[in-house]
């Protein structure tokens, strides 16, 4: 599958990503709080998927990425990728890394959920935090990503197609 970019890929205005940034890291800060206090049992699991979306995913996907080592779109990822994993430009996104990636995402953002479920406020506010991070990542990451990417295995990736549809 051949991917055109709609535009020349350049880097995200500081202010575009410092917004996004700021919205993961209180969906995951919140989080991470919610299943720490309310349902500590699954707070391993939590970190767990937390380490390995930052860590296993980071080598799955961001080393294969055409922005490895640069102040990427994505939460400007692709720097810390390159100081912990050498770039593998010649290797694809396996099914291995779309699983990494789902089941680290779903942990991380998915069980506080569940620490939240008894308490209306509680989870009204993680909704609101969990719903804040999508967006922002829509608009900023998977926008600019659908608009630029050159990197075939990135068209698979639902957010992209969702953002392609919108945007281009």
């Known amino acids: 599958m051949e991917v055109e970019p ?8 500081r202010a575009a990503i410092a917004l996004e940034s700021a919205a993961g890291l209180a969906a995951i800060a919140a989080g991470g709080y919610l299943v720490a206090r309310y349902h500590g049992k699954l707070f391993p699991l939590w970190a767990a998927a937390t380490f390995s979306w930052f860590t296993l995913c980071k080598y799955l996907i961001c080393t294969r990425c055409e922005h490895y080592g640069k102040a990427c779109e994505f939460y400007n990822l692709g720097l810390l990728a390159a100081r912990m994993f050498p770039a593998q430009p010649d290797r694809t ?3 291995v890394g779309y699983a990494a990636e789902g089941l680290s995402v779903a942990g991380m953002l998915l ?3 569940a620490a939240a479920w008894g308490d209306k ?5 993680y909704a609101a935090l969990f719903a804040s991070q999508w967006s922002t990542q829509l608009l900023v990451s998977c926008r600019h990503c659908a608009r630029t990417a050159t990197t075939p ?6 957010t992209y197609r969702l953002a392609r ?3 281009t």
């Open 6 to 13: 709609v535009v020349v890929w350049c880097e995200v205005p």
């Open 93 to 95: 996104l396996t099914r």
């Open 111 to 113: 069980l506080p959920f």
């Open 121 to 125: 406020k509680r989870l009204a506010a």
């Open 153 to 158: 295995w990135k068209a698979r990736c639902p």
């Open 165 to 167: 549809r919108i945007w």
